[in-house]
């Protein structure tokens, strides 16, 4: 984008977005949540879908959203632990394990926290493609609001312990 287009979508109220590298607790919650009603809204919006190949898309996006969501979710509990207890977790497992020996969340979202994993998991195996997808459809039917509780949660543990305006790194 050129700096002409650029200043005529200043007009509309655009900000050129800027590369981050350090953001506060805060920030990386509201990521979470955004990715988590993306999750869902498009998740939702598929199942209602008549064309099949447009619900494709659109569950495309929600799983793209999922992923965010599960880095957002790696990146808060991996800063969480460095910071309140001096732990260094250093993969998804760990952060999972950790979070869910806390009993941190009701039943539906452990069970969202072990198909964070199994998702990361399968989404390496590309010849798992169909069997991860109909994973992914039978967890959002049964456990979506697993995604709801898990953010809350993360939310009291950050607010707790005063650390919303925390900056944290990737």
Do not use: W
Not at 121 to 126: G, K, S
Request: negative net charge; aromatic residues 12%.
């Amino acid at each position: 984008m050129d700096e002409e287009q650029l200043e005529q979508l200043k007009a509309f109220g655009f900000v050129k977005p800027q590369n981050k590298t350090r953001y506060t607790f805060s920030e990386a919650l509201i990521t979470l949540d955004t990715a988590l009603k993306r999750c869902v809204g498009a998740y939702d919006a598929s199942i209602k879908m008549a064309d099949d190949l447009m619900a494709q898309y659109v569950l495309d996006g929600s799983l793209k959203a999922f992923e965010d969501f599960t880095e957002a979710f790696k990146d808060i509990v991996t800063m969480y632990y460095a910071i309140t207890d001096k732990k260094v977790l250093t993969s998804l497992l760990e952060c999972i394990q950790t979070f869910k020996r806390e009993n941190c969340c009701d039943e539906i979202g452990k069970q969202m926290l072990t198909f964070l994993y199994e998702r990361n998991r399968l989404v390496h195996q590309y010849y798992n493609r169909e069997f991860m997808l109909y994973q992914y459809k039978e967890t959002m039917e049964n456990y979506s609001d697993g995604l709801s509780d898990i953010c809350k949660n993360l939310y009291e543990k950050v607010k707790s312990k005063e650390l919303l305006d925390t900056e944290i790194t990737k």
